[in-house]
């Protein structure tokens, strides 16, 4: 563990700090420091530092493009003296106090030949384009955006060390963890502005502030990145930061190794592989034992348990659940509670009667009549819908929004559906998202539904499993077959 910063660069010119892993240091990440000139910090992953993640101080002229910033005890990226810093695409996620604080410390410089080249120790002339900075799910201490004079009396406006603002995307899963987005200083002012919102900030400050920024309040699931919690901040697709982000000049542009002169996406370009994580399985299963009746015990260890059917076996290939009409059944993991999962199963039936058959994955279980649920419905035609439902103090499943009804899906008795879901958030708001495609079809690359839900009862974590029904007029025994379930944390 490294006291003073994992890499630190003073009065140094030229310098390119590229696709590097700064991590566990006990001071900031990476730091250019003292009449630094000319530096690129590019494509780098710095987390978990005591300190700030990347720190630019007394310096001018510098590049801080497509860096992924995480988890840092104070600001992802910092600017204190920093001069005609451009700071593009990186994703800011998760620090502590700050995701970026931006400061003017009080030091002049007084060496002329430093000065001439635009080393003036002021922070001044910083641009911030096409960023991500987004909160920890608890909250950070401080804004997302922090501006600070530290001259007494204050000289320095934030306009002035921060003029240029745009296509950034903001993302807090509670409005008031942190209660501001921005902290705004101003010279005049006794004290900084703090405002709430990108639209309130805009009101406070003119049009001119981060006009096609985004603001994203209130989710459970981060609609952004592929999963926070494990630290794997690859962005989804069609995420709201997808191609909507300012096409980069051309000297940043080489420096990731992207196209210049066309829109990128938000946040994060290129980083070192390092900068995901995998985690392992919670519950896996491919059912390849023998067991009659009930599922017994999957292949990680969790104990399934079996509620509503008229037989459960495990053949060894898969596992089946058989119903009748107008019921229910269930195999439910001892797995658990878990606040956040990722659960994919693929299943298959015989050509269902009445309005169709409907096989689940049970995406948070907090007790028998609270639950969160991902359903798949065939009908007889062939047709699959789509749908996330829930159990709110009832036996009886209701539907989250509208089914979807798959395009291109036509189904035929025999085979297989695969089903994915993920589902986050206990702290008053859940976000469940599901997609489904045939078995053995590229899986698709965007969630099909997603659904935000504040059910009371169900805003807390639960266990998992896997469930089917039949509707009442169906007019035969149906049994359901499942294979290859897994559930992984998020």
Known sequence: MIKASGIKFSTSSHVLIRDNVVSDNDGNGIWFDISSYDVNIVRNLAQRNFRNGIYVEITGTAI???NLVTGNGQAGIKLSGATDTRVYNNTMADNLTYQMSVHDDGRDNTNSAQIALGITWDTARNTLINNILSAPAAGSVG?????EDLDSPKTVDASTMLPTIDDNLYLRSRSA????????????????????SLSAWQAGEGAGIDPNGLDIVNFGLSPVFTSESRGDFRPMANNPGSGSGAPLPNDIAALVGVTAGVAVDRGLLVAPSAATAVGAPLVSDTY?????????VSDSGAQYSIT??????????TGSLATGAGAACAAQSDFGPVGSADLAVSVSTLTPTGSGAMADIVARAVDATHQYRARLRVTPSGTVGLAVTRLAGTTSETQVGTELSLAGVHYTAGQRLSLRVQVGGVLGVTTVRARAWLAGQPEPSTWQVTRNDTAAGLQTAGVFGLAASQSANATSPMTFSFDDFVAQTI
């Open 308 to 317: 509503g059917a008229t037989s459960s076996s495990v053949d060894g290939a």
């Open 288 to 296: 390849s034992r023998t067991v009659t009746p009930g599922w017994g």
């Open 64 to 66: 801080v493009a497509s």
């Open 143 to 147: 804004a997302l955006l922090m501006t």
């Open 177 to 196: 963890k942190p209660g501001a987005l921005v902290t705004w200083t101003r010279a005049a002012q006794t004290t900084p502005s703090h405002y709430a």
